[in-house]
């Protein structure tokens, strides 16, 4: 019922930056909390950042002060800008979200594809 697609993945040089988007449609109510999440070959899926319907953010501590992640609720699109990457910032990231749908107003939980992010020496 509600769908996420991730987009902005790519290779990049440690050092450098990108940005992904994660645009959220569908029978959408409300949208409660966003994140990403990503997981790397042979480790366990793991938090780096998530916001709430308030814009209150909160990062792992390995991200912090590199990524900053952002939405524009009017338009259910939620975005991570990653600067000063590094080799250990390869993963798969995943976007995440929760809220409610109508007409029914239940509550949901959302996960997108996932988009590759290599980051090169």
């Known amino acids: 019922q509600v769908r996420l697609v991730e987009s902005g993945g790519g290779l990049v040089q440690a050092g450098g930056s990108l940005r992904l988007s994660c645009a959220a449609s569908?029978?959408?109510?409300?949208?409660?909390?966003m994140g990403w999440y990503r997981q790397a070959p042979g480790k366990q899926r793991e938090l780096v950042a998530r916001i709430t319907s308030s814009g209150v953010a909160d990062y792992r501590d390995s991200v912090k002060g590199r990524f900053t992640i952002s939405r524009d609720s009017a338009y259910n699109t939620l975005y991570l800008q990653m600067n000063s990457l590094k080799i250990e910032d390869t993963a798969v990231y995943y976007c995440?979200?929760?809220?409610?749908?109508?007409?029914?107003?239940?509550?949901?939980?959302?996960w997108g594809q996932g988009t590759q992010v290599t980051v090169s020496s």
């Open positions: 569908g029978s959408i109510f409300s949208i409660n909390t």
């Open positions: 995440n979200a929760n809220g409610m749908v109508v007409p029914t107003t239940r509550t949901f939980q959302s």
